[in-house]
């Protein structure tokens, strides 16, 4: 599924592992890092870095090294914290939002329009940082 999406991903300035985590993390917002960077170190082969399980590292040069192999750039660690900005709702939310409003367009409308407003804005980014930078990543 990560290589299904991560054209998509990487036309916004982000990848596949990063889409799929915001996809796996609905139930749970405060979930998504964590489950980029298991993602991140199970697809990039990561030797000892928890083989998709919860690992901790020493130091901060051992979390660029796994980001780096995960073909991470300044302009991906750009866009996932302006995609984390605007992401849409948790599960719990939407279905606050539902329980209050009765409404399922409204549910609808809670769960798409910050969707839109971040792919929107990580996509205007990339093309701006792409014009602007000498080798275009």
Same mark, same amino acid.
């Given at each position: 599924?990560?290589?299904?999406?991560?054209?998509?991903?990487?036309?916004?300035?982000?990848?596949?592992?990063?889409?799929?985590?915001?996809?796996?993390?609905?139930?749970?917002?405060? =979930?998504?890092?964590? &489950?980029?960077?298991?993602?991140?170190?199970?697809? !990039?082969? @990561?030797?000892?870095a928890?083989? *998709?399980?919860?690992?901790?590292?020493?130091?901060?040069?051992?979390?660029?090294?796994?980001?780096?192999?995960g073909?991470?750039?300044?302009l991906?660690?750009?866009?996932?914290?302006?995609?984390?900005?605007?992401?849409?709702?948790?599960?719990?939310?939407?279905?606050? =939002?539902?329980?209050? &409003?009765?409404?399922?367009?409204?549910?609808?409308? !809670?769960? @798409?329009?910050?969707?839109?407003? *971040?792919?929107?804005?990580?996509?205007?980014?990339?093309?701006?940082?792409?014009?602007?930078?000498?080798?275009?990543?």
């Amino acid at each position: 599924m990560i290589h299904s999406i991560d054209p998509v991903g990487l036309f916004i300035g982000l990848n596949g592992v990063i889409l799929l985590a915001y996809l796996i993390a609905i139930p749970a917002n405060e =979930i998504v890092l964590p &489950t980029v960077f298991m993602l991140t170190a199970l697809t !990039a082969q @990561f030797a000892g870095a928890g083989e *998709g399980v919860m690992f901790e590292l020493d130091s901060v040069s051992e979390t660029a090294a796994i980001l780096q192999s995960g073909g991470w750039t300044l302009l991906t660690g750009i866009n996932v914290m302006l995609f984390s900005l605007v992401h849409n709702p948790c599960s719990t939310t939407l279905y606050t =939002i539902y329980k209050e &409003t009765g409404s399922a367009r409204w549910t609808s409308f !809670a769960a @798409f329009m910050p969707l839109a407003l *971040g792919f929107a804005l990580c996509f205007f980014v990339a093309q701006v940082w792409r014009l602007l930078s000498p080798t275009g990543y």
